[in-house]
T-cell receptor
Framework: AQSVAQPEDQVNVAEGNPLTVKCTYS??????LFWYVQYPNRGLQFLLK??????LVKGSYGFEAEFNKSQTSFHLKKPSALVSDSALYFCAVRDIQRGGGNKLTFGTGTQLKVEL | KAGVTQTPRYLIKTRGQQVTLSCSPISGHRSVSWYQQTPGQGLQFLFEYFSETQRNKGNFPGRFSGRQFSNSRSEMNVSTLELGDSALYLCASSPPGTGGTEAFFGQGTRLTVV
């Protein structure tokens, strides 16, 4: 089965500093990887995805992620953090099902806190 | 284009009761998936419907069921509610032709079982 791991429950960063939220994956075959963000009492908002191609993926709100096959990682990054980036971030992998279909397996989430 | 709409947003039910949650996908999307989010278990896949057929199912007891209508709207039902069913239930829809590479989530229904 496909899985992703987010080793940090919380990441604290000062506004203006670069941020990294870590994710590692375990898949059979080629991975379809995603990052989502969740604000309090809200659903998930799509940030970016890696399917194939360039290892550096650019997404919404200035976020980007680097796919590293040798390290089986897909870390989320932003060059300059904003207080408004404070939220819960989820890494996910598309879980390939025998009959096809759209099932995502999520990591446990990382709470990002950006302080002034 | 309207997003994924889930109703109701909040719900309080008593143990033993049943509940039905509704999800209207983005127009043109035929795949609808349901997820349960709890502090202890995180985000867990419940099931997916495509063209009125259940295509995938997660590891939840039979008390959890769903269906999809011809207009792609979906409902999920939980019978004989337990305290542990208290959660945020999220619905996601996916457009055709993307091979599951895009999922758009609704704001969720917060279910509290007392």
């Amino acid at each position: 089965a496909q899985s992703v791991a987010q080793p940090e429950d919380q990441v604290n960063v000062a506004e203006g500093n670069p941020l990294t939220v870590k994710c590692t994956y375990s898949v059979s075959g080629n991975p379809y990887l995603f990052w989502y963000v969740q604000y309090p009492n809200r659903g998930l908002q799509f940030l970016l995805k890696y399917i194939t191609g360039d290892n550096l993926v650019k997404g919404s709100y200035g976020f980007e992620a680097e796919f590293n096959k040798s390290q089986t990682s897909f870390h989320l990054k932003k060059p300059s953090a904003l207080v408004s980036d404070s939220a819960l971030y989820f890494c996910a992998v598309r879980d390939i099902q025998r009959g096809g279909g759209n099932k995502l397996t999520f990591g446990t989430g990382t709470q990002l806190k950006v302080e002034l | 284009k309207a997003g994924v709409t889930q109703t109701p947003r909040y719900l309080i039910k008593t143990r033993g009761q049943q509940v039905t949650l509704s999800c209207s996908p983005i127009s043109g999307h035929r795949s609808v998936s349901w997820y349960q989010q709890t502090p202890g278990q995180g985000l867990q896949f419940l099931f997916e419907y495509f063209s009125e057929t259940q295509r995938n199912k997660g590891n939840f007891p039979g008390r959890f069921s769903g269906r999809q209508f011809s207009n792609s709207r979906s409902e999920m039902n939980v019978s004989t509610l337990e305290l542990g069913d208290s959660a945020l239930y999220l619905c996601a829809s996916s457009p055709p032709g993307t091979g599951g590479t895009e999922a758009f989530f609704g704001q969720g229904t917060r279910l509290t079982v007392v």
